[in-house]
């Protein structure tokens, strides 16, 4: 018996020993798994939440950084089909203040380019390939394109893409201040789609040009408190 016992207390004792001096069990993070669908959800709108609305975790499809393939793009034109440039060209000049950076003609076509924009014509070159060089430089331009002889149908028209079928909407002007521009554009004679006060949405109106398009007008001063609820 005496000698049973003490060989159990040795066996004992290695056992412990190995114990003691055996490797530290690595630590796993809990596994999709352990955490469950629920609580993955859970942590992903946090994530979402907890970043910027324009992070590319709350816009599928975003990428973050552009392809550097991309690099000195700019978003240089949006192009309006007219009916009769006299019309529009004193309307974009004199109503919205812009200026003629440059007139295309293609006689063998028979259509005519005009792009406009708030751009100081000042700096524009004197050649003419040069400051049509220039020209598709600037940024945020309108072009003008009008198909000759529109001007004289007087039942011609274009779709200005807000009645059905819907498409295209409008452009947007930043002014001074909303309510004066409009007093102004009121003045002479422009036509409305919404009145700065019009609606929901106060401190914004929507005008049109000769052909209909529409054209939104705002400030920077109101615009943070206009859309606050969606900011």
């Not at 055996?22 to 630590?27: G, I, K, L, M, R």
């Not at 076509?109 to 792009?115: D, G, I, P």
């Not at 036509?191 to 209909?212: S, T, W």
Request: with cysteine; aromatic share 10%; proline share 7%.
């Amino acid at each position: 018996m005496a000698a049973a016992s003490s060989s159990s207390r040795i066996s004992l004792l290695r056992l412990t020993s190995r114990l003691a001096f055996s490797a530290p069990v690595p630590f796993s993070p809990p596994t999709a798994l352990a955490t469950g669908p629920k609580r993955l959800n859970r942590l992903r709108l946090f994530s979402m939440a907890s970043e910027p609305k324009e992070s590319p975790s709350n816009n599928p499809g975003l990428h973050a950084i552009p392809d550097e393939a991309t690099k000195g793009y700019i978003m240089q034109q949006t192009m309006f089909r007219i009916k009769d440039p006299k019309v529009s060209l004193d309307f974009y000049s004199r109503v919205l203040g812009m200026s003629l950076l440059k007139r295309l003609d293609f006689p063998d076509m028979k259509f005519s380019l005009y792009f406009m924009g708030y751009e100081d014509t000042k700096s524009a070159p004197t050649n003419a390939v040069d400051r049509t060089v220039w020209t598709f430089g600037q940024k945020a331009t309108i072009e003008l394109t009008h198909n000759w002889g529109t001007e004289s149908d007087p039942d011609f028209k274009y779709h200005n893409g807000n009645s059905e079928p819907r498409g295209f909407g409008h452009i947007g002007i930043t002014v001074d201040d909303t309510y004066k521009a409009c007093e102004r554009f009121e003045k002479l004679g422009v036509e409305f789609v919404k009145k700065p006060d019009d609606g929901k949405m106060k401190g914004i109106a929507f005008i049109k040009d000769p052909d209909g398009y529409w054209i939104e007008i705002f400030d920077r001063k109101t615009i943070g408190s206009t859309v606050g609820t969606a900011a």
